[in-house]
Nanobody
Framework: QVQLVESGGGLVQAGDSLRLSCAASGGYFSSFGMGWFRQAPGKEREFVAAINWNGASTDYLVSLKGRFTISRDHAKSTVDLQMNSLKPEDTAVYYC??????????????????WGQGTQVTVSS
């Protein structure tokens, strides 16, 4: 019904920037709430950011301290994650997901209905 594909990951040095993109197909994009999560080997999946259905509201992991920005483009049916001043502890597989109803902001992974396959981000020291 809904398919998500992440892109934009790679290998960078500490202090560099990356922009991840999540392309959605199926369903009705403007009704989706969407979010980004990350997971490193041996660690729990961690909430990164969420954006509601019209982009009017966003939510972030507090420890990111403004380094990351989530946005959505309704014309392209995409959600992006701009990551600045990257640190080695940001190394993880990054996943995008969809939740309903999209009027809310959701940081609990159990409430997300669809997931992409993930994109690897590696930050060297």
């Amino acid at each position: 019904q809904v398919q998500l594909v992440e892109s934009g990951g790679g290998l960078v040095q500490a202090g560099d920037s990356l922009r991840l993109s999540c392309a959605a197909s199926g369903g009705y994009f403007s009704s989706f709430g969407m979010g980004w999560f990350r997971q490193a080997p041996g660690k729990e999946r961690e909430f990164v950011a969420a954006i509601n259905w019209n982009g009017a509201s966003t939510d972030y992991l507090v420890s990111l301290k403004g380094r990351f920005t989530i946005s959505r483009d309704h014309a392209k049916s995409t959600v992006d994650l701009q990551m600045n001043s990257l640190k080695p502890e940001d190394t993880a597989v990054y996943y995008c997901g969809v939740y309903f109803p999209g009027s809310r902001l959701v940081r609990s992974a159990d409430e997300y209905m669809y997931w992409g396959q993930g994109t690897q981000v590696t930050v060297s020291s």
